[in-house]
């Protein structure tokens, strides 16, 4: 699904990073410091859920 990972920067600053780890990923939240504030592993089904269900969001 992703290759190599990506990050996505918010307005304010924060960051979500999706980075593969084997044949799951972590998803990571950080503020606008750069702290982290979470970190979740899933398998790609999940990611993809995940995903699918920003999508509906308007403006995504």
């Known amino acids: 699904m ?3 990972g990506r990050t ?5 600053g924060s ?3 999706i980075t593969p780890v084997g044949i799951e ?3 990571e939240t950080r ?3 750069g702290e982290t504030i ?3 592993r ?3 089904d999940d990611l993809a859920a995940l995903v699918a ?3 509906e969001v308007p403006g995504w």
């Not at 996505?8 to 304010?12: E, K, S, V, Y």
Request: no cysteine.
């Open 2 to 4: 992703i290759n190599g």
């Open 8 to 12: 996505i920067h918010t307005a304010d």
């Open 53 to 55: 269900e920003a999508k």
């Open 15 to 17: 960051s979500v990073s």
């Open 38 to 40: 979470s970190t979740v």
């Open 42 to 44: 899933m398998n790609s």
């Open 25 to 27: 990923y972590d998803l």
């Open 31 to 33: 503020n606008a410091r």
